[in-house]
């Protein structure tokens, strides 16, 4: 009952580590499932989506592991139809119309839909999909491309060539590059998503001049080459800024430096000193063990209560098969049924009350671990990290990530928000919750201290008492 308890430092800490640790890692598990399943499946090279046209899904490649192979009819018609504009003896149209009224290609069946000539709107979107050559991109959107492992149609060289006959030769090739956000969060201003592009600039050693480096060898000012210079000085820059795809949209480029100082200061918010999680943690096993204790009386009733019953239902049994009862006089058959199927449900009743009394403590300590663990060290692993864990640690951090006038916004997720409580659950400062403190506060300030954690005095864990 999460809902019902506001984030004040009046709060018992503890009590809502263990609410929320439990609500959250739950959700977060499942749906990482799900994400994990597809990101393992992306970085193995196997687009994640529905086949594109002349390939299908290949289901029997395993369970789960949904490959996608050429479609044995329609991929060599689609690539010869690709072969005609790249021999420019035909027009896009042209090849299409051979491809759907010579070769008669049809779309695959599936239910009511499918079976049709291949429309001109899915024929252009292959013609400019580098999915064709062997890139896919993965969230769509996310600037974030892969080397696929399915037969590619056509070559690199080719996939170019045809963009030069379409006059789409001006888009940005897909690199490989991954930088480590995009995709992730979106514009403040049009609710785009964020992507990434690189500069790389040289300082020519002689004259001093700073120049795009990307696709020249030469100082454009002295016309020295780079490989020639004595100590030229390579820069390399990433940007990120709004795709602007759906409406014009004023918001600027940020350095990716600017970003990740906005995101340690997020993170040193919440930090925590090991020595505080490690105190944290004792308590919290304490309160585990102690638990546990509590539930050994419960325990051994509910035992009880169904070893009784189990005894009933014999009880039952011998009654209904004995000599005298052999026309029902004892027990008819109404009777027994009625009677073993109500056993039959107290017991399957204590069975469930049984195993929720073993499973509780687990249920919370893993993930209240876990938290902590991340409170203590995730801005250092940020700090030092590559580019896939500062993504990671982004995408744990929180929701809702938006960007405005260079300003990185995080809904920080609820266990998250529990560690800055944890980390100072007082408003009034020299009234810290660091063990040390704790350790030598004397009684009377203890009582006057709304934030000291109520179960603590019982416990016998403070030396003071
Ligand atoms: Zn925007
Ligand atoms: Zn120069």
Redesign the pocket.
């Known amino acids: 009952q999460t809902h019902e308890r506001g984030y004040f430092p009046t709060d018992n800490v503890l009590m809502m580590a263990v609410e929320l640790g439990m609500a959250n890692q739950f959700l977060r598990d499942l749906s990482q499932n799900v994400k994990r399943g597809l990101q393992a499946k992306v970085e193995k090279g196997w687009y994640p989506g529905p086949a594109k046209a002349g390939y299908q899904n290949d289901a029997a490649a395993g369970k789960g592991e949904k490959i996608i192979r050429p479609d044995p009819i329609r991929f060599p018609l689609l690539r010869r139809a690709l072969r005609l504009i790249l021999a420019q003896t035909h027009t896009p149209m042209q090849a299409l119309h051979i491809l759907n009224y010579e070769c008669g290609y049809r779309t695959p069946k599936k239910r009511k839909m499918g079976g049709l000539p291949l429309s001109r709107t899915t024929f252009y979107d292959t013609l400019t999909d580098p999915f064709y050559y062997g890139r896919f991109e993965y969230p769509k959107g996310s600037d974030r491309w892969y080397q696929a492992s399915h037969k590619p149609m056509i070559t690199e060289d080719e996939y170019w060539h045809l963009q030069r006959i379409l006059g789409r030769d001006d888009r940005p090739s897909p690199r490989l590059h991954c930088f480590a956000f995009t995709g992730l969060m979106h514009c403040g201003e049009c609710n785009c998503l964020i992507t990434a592009e690189d500069k790389e600039q040289t300082i020519?050693?002689?004259?001093?001049?700073k120049?795009a480096s990307r696709n020249r060898n030469d100082?454009?000012?002295?016309?020295?080459a780079i490989s020639q210079?004595a100590s030229p000085k390579h820069l390399h820059y990433v940007y990120y800024h709004c795709t602007k795809k759906k409406i014009p949209c004023s918001q600027k480029f940020i350095r990716d430096t600017l970003l990740e100082e906005q995101i340690i200061q997020t993170l040193h918010t919440l930090t925590i000193s090991e020595r505080l999680k490690t105190w944290y943690m004792d308590q919290l096993r304490q309160q585990a063990e102690h638990d546990a204790n509590d539930q050994m009386p419960l325990r051994q009733s509910l035992q009880e209560a169904y070893s009784t019953c189990q005894q009933r239902m014999d009880n039952l049994l011998k009654l209904k098969i004995s000599p005298q009862n052999n026309a029902g006089e004892l027990l008819d058959d109404e009777t027994y049924a009625r009677q073993q199927a109500a056993l039959k449900q107290e017991m399957s009743r204590l069975q469930f009350k049984m195993a929720s009394t073993e499973k509780d403590a687990d249920q919370w300590i893993n993930p209240c671990e876990k938290t902590f663990h991340f409170a203590c060290y995730a801005a250092a692993h940020f700090k030092n990290g590559t580019p896939e864990t500062k993504r990671a640690i982004l995408t744990a951090l929180g929701s809702n990530l938006t960007l405005t006038n260079k300003k990185l916004r995080i809904s920080l997720h609820k266990h998250l928000q529990l560690m800055q409580l944890v980390r100072d659950p007082s408003p009034v400062k020299n009234h810290r919750f660091e063990p040390k403190i704790l350790g030598q506060s004397n009684r009377k300030d203890r009582a006057l201290d709304p934030a000291f954690p109520r179960w603590l005095g019982d416990r016998g864990s403070n030396p003071d008492s």
Do not use: L, V, W, Y
């Not at 020519?204 to 001049?209: A, D, L, V, W």
């Open positions: 020519c050693s002689q004259c001093k001049r120049f100082c454009p000012t002295c016309g020295i210079m």
